[in-house]
């Protein structure tokens, strides 16, 4: 969540920073299908009796299955998916691999950290950031979707504010692509030699 703290912090402390990078986030409400998908991993750990309320020994079963499933559903990328399983045994095998992958992660930490995002909403104060700010999104973000026109929307209350949208590719990874600095590093570089250093 690392682009939505971003957000965050440049709207509630906007004298303390002299350039802002979110990545793969926008700075409006939670909602549509990033909360929506967020909402049923949620859900479908809490309805699985293992859960217990929190009190489980072990952990539940669906919550393996819910992570994967929100994994494929909102980051990966597209094109990329169908290079990597343009069949249905390929598509299969990846999956399976998914599903067969150690799994480590405790499901109330999971519950916290998806819930926790129920509350965002950046957008109220949009105005208050001074940094200079380089809004990084992938135009095959599934979580953040550029036809909706929210970031450009956004990005006009934003003073320093501008957008650099990743192009869609069979390289890419949807969500997941601002874990790839080769798509980035050049306009980052130049954000952070351009900035205007602020003086405290």
Same mark, same amino acid.
């Given at each position: 969540?690392?682009?939505?703290h971003?957000?965050?912090?440049?709207?509630? %402390?906007?004298?303390?920073?002299?350039?802002?990078?979110?990545?793969?986030? #926008?700075?409006?409400?939670?909602?549509?299908?990033?909360? /929506?998908? &967020?909402?049923?991993?949620?859900?479908?750990?809490?309805n699985?009796?293992?859960?217990?309320?929190?009190?489980? @020994?072990?952990? *539940?079963?669906?919550?393996?299955?819910?992570?994967?499933?929100?994994?494929?559903? @909102?980051?990966? $990328?597209?094109?990329?998916?169908?290079?990597?399983?343009?069949?249905?045994?390929?598509?299969?095998?990846?999956?399976d691999?998914?599903?067969?992958?150690?799994?480590?992660?405790?499901?109330?930490?999971?519950l916290? #950290?998806?819930?926790?995002? !129920?509350?965002?909403?950046?957008? +109220? $104060?949009?105005? &208050?950031?001074?940094?200079?700010l380089?809004?990084?999104?992938?135009?095959?973000?599934?979580?953040n *979707?550029p036809?909706?026109?929210? /970031?450009? !929307?956004?990005l006009? !209350?934003?003073?320093? $504010?501008?957008?650099?949208?990743i +192009?869609?590719?069979?390289? @890419?990874?949807? %969500?997941?692509? @601002?874990?790839m600095? =080769?798509?980035? =590093?050049?306009?980052?570089?130049?954000?952070?030699?351009?900035?205007?250093? !602020?003086?405290?």
């Amino acid at each position: 969540m690392g682009g939505m703290h971003t957000w965050i912090w440049g709207v509630a %402390h906007p004298g303390f920073m002299d350039a802002l990078a979110p990545m793969a986030a #926008q700075p409006t409400e939670m909602s549509s299908r990033n909360w /929506m998908m &967020r909402r049923l991993i949620i859900d479908s750990i809490r309805n699985d009796p293992e859960w217990n309320n929190g009190d489980y @020994t072990t952990q *539940p079963k669906a919550f393996k299955v819910a992570s994967v499933f929100f994994g494929i559903a @909102t980051n990966g $990328g597209t094109l990329a998916y169908q290079k990597m399983a343009p069949t249905r045994d390929l598509a299969d095998k990846l999956l399976d691999a998914r599903l067969d992958a150690p799994f480590t992660a405790d499901a109330n930490d999971f519950l916290y #950290q998806w819930d926790s995002s !129920r509350d965002y909403s950046p957008a +109220p $104060g949009l105005e &208050r950031i001074q940094a200079a700010l380089l809004a990084i999104n992938s135009a095959d973000d599934e979580r953040n *979707p550029p036809e909706t026109g929210i /970031m450009e !929307r956004e990005l006009k !209350r934003v003073k320093n $504010g501008k957008l650099y949208l990743i +192009p869609a590719s069979e390289e @890419t990874r949807g %969500h997941g692509t @601002t874990g790839m600095a =080769k798509f980035y =590093k050049q306009q980052l570089q130049e954000l952070l030699a351009s900035a205007p250093k !602020r003086t405290m």
